[in-house]
Nanobody, 117 residues
Framework: QVQVVESGGGVVQAGGSLRLSCTAS??????MGWYRRQAPGKQRDLAA???????????AYGDSVKGRFAISRDNGKNTVHLQMSSLKPEDTAVYYC?????????WGQGTQVTVSS
C-alpha cells in the first residue's frame, strides 16, 4: 500500500501563486501528478504529471494550465511540487495527488484551492 500525503492549498487572489506538494511512501513509482475536480460530480481532470524515469522525467499538463503551472520532482524523497502561478478563479477546485505504481493508482484525500476574483 502506498501512502500519499498532500500539503499546500488555500485561498489566494486572482493573479497570485500557490504551491502544492505531495509525498508518497514506497518505491518503484512510475509517475506522480495532480488532478483536480472543479465541481462536485464532475470528473477529475489532469493538472500536471511527471514521470520518474530518467534524470528529468517527462511532464504533461492540462491545456488550461499550460504556461502557468509547473511540476517538479524530488526522486530521492518521492515528492512532487506543483507551482501554480497567474491563478484564475476557474482554477478553483479540489486538487488530488495521484501516485502511479505499475497498473495501480493511489490517491490523496484532496486539498482545496480557492481563487477569489
Amino acid at each position: 500500500q502506498v501512502q500519499v500525503v498532500e500539503s499546500g492549498g488555500g485561498v489566494v487572489q486572482a493573479g497570485g501563486s500557490l504551491r502544492l506538494s505531495c509525498t508518497a511512501s514506497g518505491s518503484t513509482i512510475n509517475a506522480m501528478g495532480w488532478y483536480r475536480r472543479q465541481a462536485p460530480g464532475k470528473q477529475r481532470d489532469l493538472a500536471a504529471l511527471v514521470t520518474f524515469f530518467g534524470d528529468d522525467g517527462l511532464t504533461a499538463y492540462g491545456d488550461s494550465v499550460k504556461g502557468r503551472f509547473a511540476i517538479s520532482r524530488d526522486n530521492g524523497k518521492n515528492t512532487v511540487h506543483l507551482q501554480m502561478s497567474s491563478l484564475k478563479p476557474e482554477d478553483t477546485a479540489v486538487y488530488y495527488c495521484c501516485v502511479k505504481v505499475g497498473p495501480n493508482e493511489f490517491w490523496g484525500q484532496g486539498t482545496q484551492v480557492t481563487v477569489s476574483s
